[in-house]
């Protein structure tokens, strides 16, 4: 698509070339295509893919190598190991639910699937923070191994959120966000204090390659 529309930019400039206030405002154009088709193969790219195994099913994420290499990396190390194997290391337990109208799309709630990634070799890397957070995508928050998967849009966050992969199947993540919690109040908070929707049974997860039979479907034994 990016392709397309650079070749018909370039088509405009030679008929603009008489014109120069035309043909600047059209080499602008192109430069920006240009700079958007630098990210959008981190968006696309094929990726190796790794699975989350749920009680509720399988999540499967496709891991943008490009967009943040060494966070993805210690992500394939964990899966290449069928990490994850304590039901606290690895789990779910926030599930603030996509907005309905007519609330405030930016929040709260604030629209994201919320779990940690404990078993991680090490801290992941600030990295993959250039783009900004949209559905779908996968997030590590800064500082730690907790991350999220994105329900919805987030520009209000900008490029603050490391951006290392893409969901590509819904039907858990949805049944995850559909169950019951509880409404959490930092009781710290003096002013302006978010609740939080906190899971009353966390939802723990298997990490593996996709491929990898050993896990079977969702019918395995985490050890405490």
Request: charge should be neutral.
């Amino acid at each position: 698509m990016l392709g397309a529309l650079l070749l018909l930019l370039l088509l405009a400039l030679q008929t603009a070339a008489a014109d120069p206030s035309a043909r600047a405002s059209l080499k602008a154009a192109a430069r920006g295509l240009v700079a958007a088709a630098a990210i959008t193969p981190t968006l696309t790219e094929p990726g190796r893919t790794v699975v989350l195994h749920t009680q509720f099913g399988q999540i499967r994420i496709r891991l943008l190598e490009q967009l943040a290499p060494r966070i993805t990396a210690l992500v394939w190390d964990l899966a290449v190991k069928r990490g994850c194997q304590g039901a606290y290391s690895c789990a779910f337990y926030r599930n603030e639910a996509r907005p309905q109208p007519p609330a405030n799309p930016l929040g709260p709630p604030y629209a994201l699937l919320q779990g940690r990634l404990h078993d991680l070799a090490e801290d992941p890397p600030y990295e993959g923070a250039s783009i900004e957070v949209r559905r779908g995508h996968v997030c590590f928050i800064p500082g730690g191994k907790d991350f999220f998967i994105a329900l919805g849009d987030h520009p209000e966050w900008g490029t603050s959120h490391p951006v290392w992969g893409i969901v590509d199947q819904w039907a858990a993540v949805d049944a995850i966000v559909s169950q019951q919690h509880n409404t959490w109040v930092d009781p710290g908070c003096k002013r302006d204090c978010i609740p939080l929707r906190i899971l009353q049974v966390e939802v723990p997860f298997k990490l593996a390659t996709e491929g990898d039979h050993t896990l079977g479907s969702s019918r395995w034994v985490l050890h405490s």
